[in-house]
């Protein structure tokens, strides 16, 4: 599992596409371009944790807090977020 660490420097949201990306680093031109994805197939309970991975990235954003995005080794799609204590 892969861990992608820094500001959320850019968020962009599709609700159309229920889809989400987040450029995550340590400076607004050195960032990953990470995704949170809500399909179709998804239980209710996992379309809402996608939700809330987006709520924390946004929050994240506006507060200028610095997350740890988990996702693949070989993958761009976020799994889980930490976010530290300040």
């Known amino acids: 599992m ?5 500001l ?3 968020l962009t949201i599709a609700p159309g596409a229920a889809l989400a990306c987040a450029f995550i680093g340590p400076t607004p031109t050195n960032t990953e371009v990470l995704f949170v994805l809500r399909e179709n197939s ?9 939700n ?3 709520d924390i990235l946004s929050s994240a954003a506006v507060s200028r807090r610095e997350v740890v995005a988990f ?15 300040a």
């Open 42 to 50: 998804q239980s209710a309970a996992e379309g809402s944790f996608e």
């Open 71 to 85: 996702h693949a080794d070989d993958g761009a799609r976020i799994t889980a977020i930490r976010i530290d204590p």
């Open 2 to 6: 892969a861990q992608t660490q820094g």
């Open 8 to 10: 959320v420097q850019r």
């Open 52 to 54: 809330n991975l987006v």
